[in-house]
């Protein structure tokens, strides 16, 4: 009798385990989420271009944060658009791009892995970088949350 208990009770345990540990693990959305980030993706690339950093601050949760590296943590819409308007002063508007997507999450949060390329007016790379983004559904709709990246190392040119 005292063994079934042991073996109830670790049973009990481990099924605990799983139950709470299995929604943790990432897995991929559901294709309606990945296509909706992706929208959303263009959205922000179209406010870009037309330089909208108004719009871009619109695309943020209310208290969406950019993760800058090097910088400190800028929190909220307003704040992201003046952030990227102070950034991107004097400047004619360029584009970005998104690619190399990775996703993971539900049909309540979504996190992108993906790589970014800024051009300006001319088609001239500016930038290359990868980035992390989380999206959460916010009165049901996708709403940049966070937005953490980083360049990709420059590639130096052979001396010899």
Known sequence: MQQFRRF??????????VAFA????????QPQAEAAIKAENVRWADAFARGD?????????NDGALLPPGGDRVTGGS????????????EKPGTVSFSNYEF???D????????AEIRDH??????????????????????????????????KSDSR
């Open 8 to 17: 109830t009770a670790t049973l009990v345990a481990c099924s605990s385990f």
């Open 22 to 29: 299995v929604p943790a693990v990432a897995g991929a959305p």
């Open 53 to 61: 950093y108004e719009a871009i601050g619109r695309l943020y949760t």
């Open 79 to 90: 704040t992201i658009a003046a952030y990227f308007a102070k950034g991107y002063a004097g």
């Open 104 to 106: 993971y999450g539900n």
């Open 108 to 115: 309540r949060s979504v996190t992108e892995v993906s790589d």
């Open 122 to 155: 001319h088609g001239k790379l500016i930038y290359r970088g990868k980035q992390i983004l989380l999206f959460l559904k916010e009165d049901g709709a996708w709403k940049l949350h966070r937005d953490m990246w980083n360049d990709y190392a420059t590639q």
